[in-house]
């Protein structure tokens, strides 16, 4: 039973573009929505995140907008470059509890 | 102020032997999770926990695998009598009580069972 689900495995964009990264949850519960970037041989990193309180949240080159009526959010990553290349993995959960992670979209950002 | 800490690294075991997996939080950080990642799947949340206290174990397999975050030292993943299906890579993440909801990850441990 999949709570969060990232349904493209992979995407190729080219450097200088928008990269968009998406991710559907099932529970509309779920109040608290985080990404995390993962390196081969390390551990997720953490990128951005948004309270359903809100529907946008942007650091520098990094935006995530919520949708909580279609239960869905995404990242975006513009411009990409090719250090974005890496794994990314959608999270959410209800505040306080444990969070549920999708199966991760690899990014391959082309020079 | 160093990351959270994981060690081993990585872990080779025999079907039958015990496998013990250590996480140091970052300084600091008073909880503890546990996530399993199976080849080709996502993170799996297994367990939570803060010092001496399991908040959440819903994650966890019932039989053979135990998880504390004793008052002091690191936290602990113990799963006894390991078989094949148990070989994933375990990341341990910690958060402050400030903002439980950001994670900080460690490395993870590559646990392989022949």
């Known amino acids: 039973d999949q709570q969060v689900k990232q349904n493209s495995p992979s995407l190729s964009v080219q450097e200088g573009r928008i990269s968009i990264l998406n991710c559907d949850y099932t529970?509309?519960?779920?109040?608290?929505f985080l990404w995390y970037k993962k390196y081969p041989a390390e551990g997720p990193t953490f990128l951005i995140s948004?309270?359903?309180?809100?529907d946008k949240n942007e650091d520098g080159r990094f935006t995530v907008f919520l949708n909580k009526s279609a239960k869905h959010l995404s990242l975006h990553i513009v411009p990409s470059q090719p250090g974005d290349s890496a794994v990314y993995f959608c999270?959410?959960?209800?505040?306080?509890?444990?969070?549920?992670f999708g199966t991760g979209t690899s990014l391959t950002v082309i020079p | 102020n160093a990351g959270v800490m994981q060690n081993p690294r990585h872990l080779v075991r025999r079907r039958g032997q015990e496998a013990r997996l250590r996480c140091s939080p970052m300084?600091?950080?008073?909880?503890v999770y546990w996530y399993r990642q199976l080849p080709e799947e996502g993170l799996k949340f297994m367990v939570y926990?803060?010092?001496?206290?399991?908040?959440?174990e819903s994650g966890m397999p019932k039989e053979r695998f135990s998880a504390e975050f004793p008052k002091e030292g690191p936290s602990i993943l113990r799963i006894q009598q390991v078989v094949r299906g148990d070989s994933a890579a375990y990341f341990c993440?910690?958060?402050?009580?400030?903002?439980?909801?950001?994670?900080?990850f460690g490395p993870g441990t590559r646990l392989l069972v022949l």
């Open positions: 999270a959410a959960g209800i505040a306080g509890n444990q969070f549920y």
């Open positions: 300084k600091g950080h008073s909880h």
């Open positions: 993440a910690s958060s402050p009580i400030t903002d439980q909801e950001t994670q900080y």
């Open positions: 926990l803060q010092k001496e206290n399991i908040i959440d």
């Open positions: 948004i309270s359903s309180i809100k």
């Open positions: 529970n509309s519960m779920f109040d608290y």
